[in-house]
């Protein structure tokens, strides 16, 4: 067998023999609060598409349309991409490297001057091929090699669940910003409603003002009364101005240009199915949770790294070719040359910012141990923020849709009396300015709601 096989082969045997230190991962954090009763846990299981359950078809075109054409989206599918050819870029240190490599010189000598070819009459005109394979591997004894791997999988994992967390993102904000526009619609509807009853009002009460039948205090008052729903339906158009935008922007579309969908807060509803208490187990799928790993990972790796660092490195080289006058007796036995090598290197003097370099590594993983800990204690506090958004929503939202019941019953009857003669137009214009105002109000109520359960998936992960 040919030397340089079997340089092959003892690198090979002694790259299986790589050790290196493993830091410790800390396993997720409980929640008794959420565990302490089995009884009142009510695990749902996440669907994969959350926000079909909320019953719009225009919705679900706006989640489909931001996750195919959303810009940073596709800038965070990138960056993963980049990241994943690193990584298996950085996993072809653990192999052994090789270089082929072919050379030709022509040349010619002075006939005075020693010729390289040597021999009895060695012409002083000539061509030389010369063909080699080199190769040279670092054995990774201390594993420093492969924990530099390991941290580039640690690297590219994070840069995963940043792309999941971007994706989790871009989904809510386009359902919140959905259910938002659709509510400042029936906002704008209901305050322009509200301005024209005032209106009306206004212009009865200046003609019997005309008549002397009322004062100019009463009149002022409904002069106030047309001002303020000017100025709320103006400050709720605008709102919905802006709100479109950003729509617009999520759905990688320019200001400019008109969306495609009719969004009509009667046609989104709430979910069959939203969990009041869940299990802390659900917080496992949140992006910043795995994220965080992921970096606990990668310095658990540096601390290695650095470990291996101020410890002695060995390597292997090898060689083999042939060198001739002529391309076809390149690979004759006398052509044919080949060497080995060993290599050790210890450091000396660097020893010293070796070892800082070290404890910099110890003490990055320290806090990155740390921040895994704050992540899932934050994540614990996002879920719990999110139960009690969703079940106060909810109890006003019941307090709104009773408020807007009573005033279209109150409208409703102040219609009738005047049919009937027994009630003013001005009643009738006060009951139903009254209906507006709680048409705005239950709309606002709503679509604060229905963005607060998302947000609640969201914090679940989904």
């Given at each position: 067998?040919?030397?340089i096989?079997?340089?092959?082969?003892?690198?090979?045997t002694?790259?299986?023999?790589?050790?290196?230190?493993n830091?410790?991962?800390?396993?997720?954090?409980?929640?008794?609060?959420?565990?302490?009763?089995?009884d009142?846990?009510?695990a749902?299981?996440m669907?994969?598409q959350?926000?079909?359950?909320?019953?719009?078809?225009?919705?679900?075109?706006?989640?489909?349309?931001?996750?195919?054409?959303?810009?940073?989206?596709?800038?965070?599918?990138?960056?993963?991409?980049?990241?994943?050819?690193i990584?298996?870029?950085?996993?072809?240190?653990?192999?052994?490297?090789?270089?082929?490599?072919?050379?030709?010189q022509?040349?010619?000598?002075?006939?005075?001057?020693?010729?390289?070819?040597?021999?009895?009459n060695?012409?002083?005109l000539?061509?030389?091929?010369?063909?080699?394979?080199?190769?040279?591997?670092?054995?990774?004894?201390?594993?420093?090699?492969?924990?530099?791997?390991?941290?580039?999988?640690?690297?590219?994992?994070?840069?995963?669940?940043?792309t999941?967390?971007?994706?989790?993102?871009?989904?809510?904000?386009?359902?919140?910003?959905?259910v938002?526009?659709?509510?400042l619609?029936?906002?704008?509807?209901?305050?322009?409603?509200?301005?024209?009853?005032?209106?009306?009002?206004?212009?009865?009460?200046?003609?019997q003002?005309?008549?002397?039948?009322?004062?100019?205090?009463?009149?002022a008052?409904?002069?106030a009364?047309?001002a303020?729903?000017?100025?709320?339906?103006?400050?709720?158009?605008?709102s919905l101005?802006?709100?479109?935008?950003l729509?617009?922007?999520?759905?990688?579309k320019?200001?400019?240009?008109?969306?495609?969908?009719?969004l009509?807060?009667?046609?989104?509803?709430?979910?069959e199915?939203?969990p009041?208490?869940?299990?802390?187990?659900?917080?496992?799928k949140?992006?910043?949770?795995?994220?965080?790993?992921?970096?606990?990972r990668?310095?658990?790796?540096?601390?290695?790294?650095?470990?291996?660092?101020?410890?002695?490195?060995f390597?292997?080289?090898?060689?083999?070719?042939?060198?001739?006058?002529?391309?076809?007796?390149?690979?004759?036995?006398?052509?044919?040359f080949?060497?080995?090598?060993?290599n050790?290197?210890?450091?000396?003097i660097?020893q010293?910012?070796?070892?800082?370099?070290?404890k910099?590594?110890?003490?990055n993983?320290?806090?990155?141990?740390?921040?895994?800990?704050?992540?899932v204690?934050?994540?614990l506090?996002?879920?719990?923020?999110?139960?009690?958004?969703?079940?106060?929503?909810?109890?006003?939202?019941?307090?709104?849709?009773?408020?807007?019941?009573?005033?279209?019953k109150?409208y409703?009857?102040?219609?009738?009396?005047?049919?009937?003669?027994?009630?003013?137009?001005?009643?009738?214009?006060?009951?139903?300015?009254g209906l507006?105002?709680?048409?705005?109000?239950?709309?606002?109520?709503?679509?604060?709601?229905?963005s607060?359960?998302?947000?609640?998936?969201?914090?679940?992960?989904?």
């Open positions: 067998m040919k030397p096989y079997l340089c092959l082969g003892a690198t090979l002694l790259s299986a023999c790589a050790m290196g230190p830091a410790p991962k800390p396993e997720p954090l409980k929640s008794s609060a959420y565990e302490a009763n089995s009142a846990v009510r749902v299981a669907p994969d959350w926000w079909r359950g909320f019953g719009s078809d225009a919705i679900n075109h706006l989640v489909d349309e931001a996750l195919r054409a959303n810009p940073d989206l596709k800038s965070a599918e990138y960056n993963l991409a980049a990241a994943q050819e990584y298996s870029a950085q996993k072809a240190a653990l192999w052994p490297t090789s270089d082929l490599s072919y050379g030709y022509h040349a010619k000598n002075a006939d005075s001057l020693s010729n390289p070819l040597g021999g009895n060695p012409p002083s000539y061509s030389l091929h010369t063909a080699s394979l080199d190769v040279s591997y670092g054995l990774d004894i201390w594993g420093g090699t492969r924990r530099s791997v390991e941290q580039q999988k640690a690297i590219r994992d994070s840069v995963i669940y940043q999941q967390a971007a994706r989790q993102a871009l989904i809510a904000n386009v359902v919140a910003t959905a938002n526009v659709a509510g619609k029936l906002q704008v509807s209901a305050a322009q409603q509200s301005s024209l009853a005032s209106q009306q009002a206004l212009d009865m009460m200046k003609r003002k005309d008549l002397g039948a009322v004062s100019v205090v009463d009149l008052q409904f002069e009364n047309l303020q729903d000017q100025a709320n339906e103006a400050q709720l158009t605008h101005n802006v709100t479109t935008s729509l617009k922007a999520l759905l990688g320019e200001n400019g240009e008109l969306l495609d969908v009719d009509d807060l009667d046609q989104i509803h709430e979910p199915q939203m009041y208490i869940v299990p802390s187990e659900l917080i496992k949140r992006a910043d949770i795995g994220y965080a790993m992921a970096n606990l990668a310095a658990s790796a540096s601390v290695g790294m650095a470990q291996a660092a101020r410890l002695p490195s390597s292997l080289d090898g060689s083999t070719g042939g060198a001739a006058l002529s391309l076809a007796h390149l690979l004759d036995q006398p052509n044919q080949w060497s080995l090598g060993a050790l290197s210890a450091p000396l660097s010293v910012p070796l070892y800082h370099q070290q910099a590594a110890e003490a993983f320290a806090a990155a141990k740390a921040q895994y800990r704050s992540a204690i934050a994540a506090k996002d879920v719990a923020n999110s139960l009690d958004s969703v079940h106060q929503d909810h109890m006003a939202l019941g307090s709104a849709a009773l408020n807007r019941q009573a005033a279209q109150a409703e009857f102040a219609q009738k009396q005047l049919e009937l003669g027994d009630g003013g137009r001005l009643s009738q214009i006060a009951a139903l300015r507006a105002q709680a048409q705005i109000s239950y709309a606002s109520q709503k679509a604060q709601s229905l607060d359960m998302g947000a609640l998936y969201l914090s679940f992960g989904g």
